[in-house]
Nanobody, 116 residues
């Protein structure tokens, strides 16, 4: 059974940076796409970054220029580098992976809090 485990969350001041990690239990090149979502209290889950098997990336305007998604196939790990963090970035960040014809997988989430 596929497992995704996030780490790297924590408390950071506005303008600071964090790097989140998502470790997979299998080779991540098996996934057609991987992504980071976030869900703030009282808000709907939203996509914040996506990377395809080919390596192309997608970001919404809310994080474009501040967040960078990447992966290390040798380590079976995906990353989200978050810079210039704002209080509105506070949320649970959740790892996602898609294997076409097999399923969609979700991690448990890691809390990111941006506050002074």
């Amino acid at each position: 059974q596929e497992q995704l485990v996030e780490s790297g969350g924590g408390l950071v001041q506005p303008g600071g940076s964090l790097r989140l990690s998502c470790a997979a239990s299998e080779n991540i090149f098996n996934f057609d796409a991987m992504a980071w979502y976030r869900q703030a209290l009282g808000k709907k889950r939203e996509l914040v970054a996506l990377i395809s098997r080919r390596g192309s990336t997608t970001y919404p305007d809310s994080v474009k220029g501040r967040f960078t998604i990447s992966r290390d196939n040798a380590k079976n790990t995906m990353y989200l580098q978050m810079n210039s963090l704002k209080p509105e970035d506070t949320a649970v960040y959740i790892c996602n992976a898609v294997k076409n014809g097999y399923g969609v997988y979700w991690g448990q989430g890691t809390q990111v809090t941006v506050s002074s």
